[in-house]
């Protein structure tokens, strides 16, 4: 629709101008990503159940909360839309509210709808923080975000068979309180909710992704959807708010995942809130994957581990390593607060899972942890936390408590005594049971934990220094204190300089003599090459000049024999000196194949010459 010719939203639209017949329309849904490798399915799942004939006047627009909003408001005004439609999260509300009035000034007569969790629980309240907006969509948005396009297009005489299929009248919708599931603007001005829509059948949402589409999703994570709801009642979490869980056909599902296969995607994230809920489904989509495998693609699942059976981890074992990665939130182990978050979890059953996961040496495991949680103090969180790291999972999140309106315990926050940021992501401050030092004192540690062990480029360093601190948790909170008291950088230190800095850490605070610290040197050096052959060599490595021409002998005599990298038979010497690395560690000589690396760790596969050195002289 022309801005000429724009309706009379702020009444509900009861008393729009008349329409020129082939009047244009521009509908911008709006997209502001925490980074620019995501991308927002909400969106594109709305354009697409929209359909066809509507889909003609609609847009999609992606940005990022990094990128400057005067960059963003320009590239929305430059597109000219006549309706907007922002998807809203915790993490990029903040900056929505910026967008939201600063457009109103640039296209006012433009409408102005949100959408999205953020939105959602608290309708009226957003609509009076906002003046500048026409309406939410509340809860699940694809049949609402279609009606309203059907209103707006019958407004502008540009419907034609759209209306009856939306079972209105051929005219569509005449008033926006003939649409289910919103809260507008009526002629008061007061804010007016419409009755609720009931849930989406998920058969019915069309595949998101096609050929045409898929190379706005290149270097960005491909996400997919086969369910939607949790069966859990997580105190935390909005997903409490409606339990009824929904399957999409497993048969439909299998036709999807096929696409990615056969476009050899790198990785396929599920958005599903706790995807092994349904034994059956689970199993379905795990098997297929399996029988359907094409080497490359790996697919990223939220599990409960605790719920996984003897077939399922059967299943799991059986698959290629590095297929899938599982995400397995523990949240506590104390079973007082396990209890009061009305969280399903046992730990005991939960550590024997991934414990037999592991075994097989196949799929990457990710734990979370949340702090601030009710009755965990500071104790029994590095209890948490220790017990969790005993574990050995591939990566650990530390994660604080976000007190989510709307949720169970924002609505008994005072109860808890939880004190919590008023801006977003409404991070806990300090609750009853923890206070506000103890908890930066865990913000420090989730920095370490972060640079150190979910980089997975320190793992022989860690585990030869772990034996120098009582646990886990002493050994984080010791470098932690070490990075602040040295006043080194925490944030995006340079890869060289974090080794560095922990051999530092080794020679000031870690009781040892130089044969522990030389034992940390190679430690560190073995990890440093596991990933890339550096072009600087760093101080802490060991003089290689006496080696170098046992190396140059040692690539000569593979190139022409291949006793080692048999992948290598195309290169020559020089070649596969360039592709490749060899160390002297603790009196051995290692190999560091690069061309072929460990699927869940990215290390490079390490192989012991087993020659003497004095064969090659």
């Known amino acids: 629709w022309n801005a000429d010719y724009v309706c009379g939203i702020g009444d509900g639209g009861e008393h729009c101008e008349e329409k020129k017949r082939g009047s244009s329309m521009k509908v911008l849904l709006v997209a502001v990503n925490a980074k620019y490798i995501h991308s927002n399915p909400a969106v594109y799942s709305l354009r697409a159940y929209a359909g066809e004939e509507l889909g003609q006047f609609i847009e999609i627009a992606e940005y990022t909360i990094n990128q400057h909003t005067e ?72 049949e609402t975000f279609r009606d309203l396009c059907v209103f707006y297009a019958a407004q502008n005489h540009l419907i034609s068979n759209i209306g009856e299929a939306n079972h209105q009248n051929e005219e569509g919708f005449s008033e926006l309180s003939g649409i289910l599931g919103i809260a507008y603007r009526g002629k008061s001005g007061r804010t007016v909710l419409s009755q609720p829509r009931g849930l989406t059948d998920l058969n019915k949402i069309p595949f998101l992704y096609n050929d045409d589409l898929f190379p706005v999703f290149e270097n960005r994570i491909v996400y997919y959807e086969s369910s939607r709801g949790c069966p859990f009642s997580c105190s935390y979490c909005l997903s409490s708010i409606d339990k009824s869980v929904r399957f999409r056909d497993i048969e439909l599902v299998k036709r999807e995942l096929r696409f990615f296969l056969d476009r ?73 607060t396990i209890r009061e978050i009305r969280r399903s979890m046992d730990f005991d059953r939960l550590s024997v899972v991934v414990k037999r996961i592991q075994a097989g040496h196949n799929i990457h495991e990710h734990l979370d942890l949340i702090a601030g949680l009710p009755f965990e103090d500071y104790k029994t969180f590095i209890q948490s936390f220790n017990d969790v790291m005993s574990l050995e999972p591939e990566q650990m999140q ?76 002493s050994m984080y909170e010791a470098i932690a204190e070490f990075y602040r008291d040295e006043g080194h950088a925490v944030m995006n230190p340079s890869r060289i300089r974090r080794y560095e800095i922990l051999l530092e850490f080794v020679q000031k605070r870690v009781r040892s003599d130089s044969a522990f610290s030389d034992s940390m040197r190679e430690a560190l050096t073995l990890d440093l090459y596991l990933r890339e052959k550096v072009k600087n060599r760093p101080e802490f490595c060991m003089e290689l000049n006496a080696y170098k021409d046992i190396f140059r002998r040692w690539y000569g005599r593979e190139a022409k024999e291949h006793r080692y990298l048999s992948d290598y038979k195309l290169y020559n010497a020089k070649q596969i000196a360039s592709m490749t690395h060899i160390e002297i560690v603790g009196g051995r000589m290692l190999l560091f194949d690069y061309m072929n690396r460990n699927p869940l760790t990215k290390d490079a596969r390490i192989v012991e010459i087993e020659e003497d050195y004095g064969e090659m002289e």
Request: proline share 3%; charged share 25%; hydrophobic share 40%.
């Open 398 to 473: 530390l994660g604080f408590l976000k007190v989510l309106k709307g949720s169970f315990l924002h609505e008994n926050a005072e109860r808890y005594g939880i004190a919590c940021m008023d801006v977003p992501p409404y991070e806990v401050l300090y609750t009853k049971w923890i206070s506000y030092k103890e908890l930066r004192k865990l913000k420090a540690v989730e920095e370490m934990v972060e640079l150190y062990y979910n980089s997975c480029q320190f793992r022989h360093a860690l585990t030869l220094l772990k034996q120098k601190f009582e646990d886990f948790y």
């Open 264 to 336: 050899r995607v790198p990785q396929v994230k599920f958005v599903d809130r706790t995807f092994n809920c349904s034994h059956e489904h689970a199993l379905g989509i795990w098997t297929f994957l399996k029988e359907n495998d094409n080497g490359i693609t790996n697919f990223h699942f939220e599990i409960a581990a605790d719920l996984l059976n003897g077939e399922e981890l059967a299943l799991l074992h059986s698959l290629r390593p590095g297929l899938i990665q599982l995400e397995i939130g523990v949240q506590s182990t104390n079973t007082e």
């Open 71 to 142: 960059d963003i408001l320009a590239d929305i005004y430059e597109r000219q839309p006549n309706v907007i439609a922002v998807s809203c999260y915790l993490w990029n509300i903040s900056i929505v509210e910026i967008l939201v009035r600063e457009l109103a000034k640039l296209l006012p007569e433009a409408s102005i709808w949100l959408g999205g969790p953020e939105v959602s629980y608290n309708a009226s309240d957003v609509m009076r923080r906002f003046e500048e907006i026409t309406g939410i969509m509340i809860g699940e948005g694809e």
